[in-house]
C-alpha cells in the first residue's frame, strides 16, 4: 500500500477548493492537502452538527428521532452482517459522534466511543450519559485485547493514515475479534454517475481519502488484520441521490431525513435509482456503502 502524500501526481479536479489526487500505484483517492495543516477540532466544532455556516449537517443533534432511527438501522445491519459479528461483550464505536448508534449499541454490549470532536464528544457524556473519550483513538491508549467489536461507521475517510487506525484496532480487539468499517464505495454506481457531484463521497476537507475494494482490503492486510469479508451495499443509494439533487436545486444541505421533503418525482427517480443499484450490487461491487469485516487473528 503505498503512502497518500501527493509526490507530484497531477489532481483529477478541484472540489471546493481542494485538489483531489488519484494514487498512480493504487486507485486510493486522497485530499491533496498536507492533512497535517488541517485544524480537526475547528472542523467538528460545534456548526458541523448544529448547523452553522460550517456545518455538514442541517441540525444533526436536533434531529435526534431521525438519528435514532438511523442508528437502530445500524445496529441490525451490523448484527446481521457476514460473516457473524459477536451479539454480545464489548464494543467500541470509533468516531462515535453525538453517540446516537452507541446508545442502541448499550441494549447488547457493554459499549463505549471515542470521539475527536469536543463539541459531540461532550454532548454524547454530559447529555446522552455515554462512555465517550474525547481525542484520537491512538490517544485513548485502552486496554489491548479488550473489544468483541469495534466499529467505524463513516469515519476512515475522515483520517490521514488509515493503516494506523487500524492497527490501533488490530492492538484492541480480542483474539478473534472483528472490526467492521463502513465507508463511502469510489467504485459505487453512484460515483459513476453522478462524477463530480457525488455527494456521498466528495467532502474535502472533511474527507480525506476514498477507498474502493481493493484499497480497503490493502489497507486492513497492513494493519495486520485477517479480511473476513468485503462487500457493498445500495442502502443509501435512494439518499445520495436525493440529497444530490436537492443540493443543486437549493445549493445547500437538506434536513435529515432528505426524502421527505422531496417532490414525489424526485422521490420516484431516488427509488428507480436504488433499484437499480439493488440489482447491479447482485453482480458488481457498486453499492453506494463499502462494508469490511476484519478479524484478529486467534492468539
Not at 12 to 19: E, I, P, Q
Not at 245 to 267: E, N
Request: hydrophobic content about 45%; overall charge positive.
Amino acid at each position: 500500500m503505498c503512502g497518500t502524500a501527493a509526490g507530484g501526481a497531477p489532481p483529477l479536479f478541484h472540489k471546493d477548493g481542494h485538489a483531489l489526487v488519484q494514487c498512480a500505484n493504487c486507485t486510493l483517492l486522497y485530499v491533496g492537502a498536507d492533512p497535517a495543516g488541517i485544524d480537526f477540532d475547528a472542523l467538528y466544532g460545534q456548526a458541523y452538527y448544529t448547523g452553522g455556516s460550517a456545518a455538514v449537517f442541517a441540525d444533526y443533534v436536533g434531529q435526534q428521532a431521525a438519528r435514532r432511527a438511523h442508528a437502530r438501522r445500524k445496529l441490525a445491519v451490523l448484527r446481521h452482517l457476514p460473516p457473524r459479528i459477536p451479539r454480545h461483550g464489548r464494543l467500541l464505536d470509533v468516531g462515535c459522534a453525538a453517540g446516537f448508534f452507541l446508545v442502541e449499541a448499550a441494549r447488547h454490549y457493554d459499549a463505549q466511543g471515542v470521539e475527536l470532536s469536543t463539541w459531540s464528544s461532550a454532548f454524547a457524556r454530559e447529555r446522552l450519559q455515554l462512555k465517550v473519550f474525547t481525542g484520537t483513538l491512538q490517544q485513548a491508549q485502552l486496554p489491548s485485547a479488550h473489544f468483541n467489536v469495534i466499529t467505524l461507521w463513516d469515519v476512515i475517510e475522515h483520517v490521514p493514515d488509515p493503516i494506523a487506525l487500524l492497527a490501533a484496532c488490530r492492538r484492541m480487539l480480542r483474539p478473534g475479534g472483528r472490526v467492521v468499517v463502513v465507508t463511502p464505495n469510489m467504485a459505487s454506481l453512484g460515483r459513476r454517475v453522478l462524477g463530480t457531484k457525488w455527494y456521498l463521497g466528495w467532502g474535502p476537507p472533511w474527507h480525506l481519502l476514498l477507498f474502493d475494494p481493493t484499497t480497503i482490503r490493502a489497507v486492513a492486510t497492513h494493519a495486520g488484520l485477517r479480511v473476513a469479508a468485503i462487500h457493498t451495499s445500495a442502502r443509501k443509494a435512494r439518499l445520495g441521490w436525493t440529497v444530490n439533487r436537492l443540493l443543486k436545486q437549493h445549493r445547500s444541505i437538506p434536513d435529515f431525513p432528505a426524502q421527505h421533503r422531496s417532490s414525489w418525482p424526485l422521490r420516484l427517480e431516488a427509488v428507480l435509482f436504488q433499484a437499480l443499484e439493488t440489482l447491479a450490487v447482485a453482480l458488481w461491487p457498486v453499492g453506494e456503502e463499502l462494508v469490511l469485516v476484519a478479524q484478529k487473528e486467534p492468539a
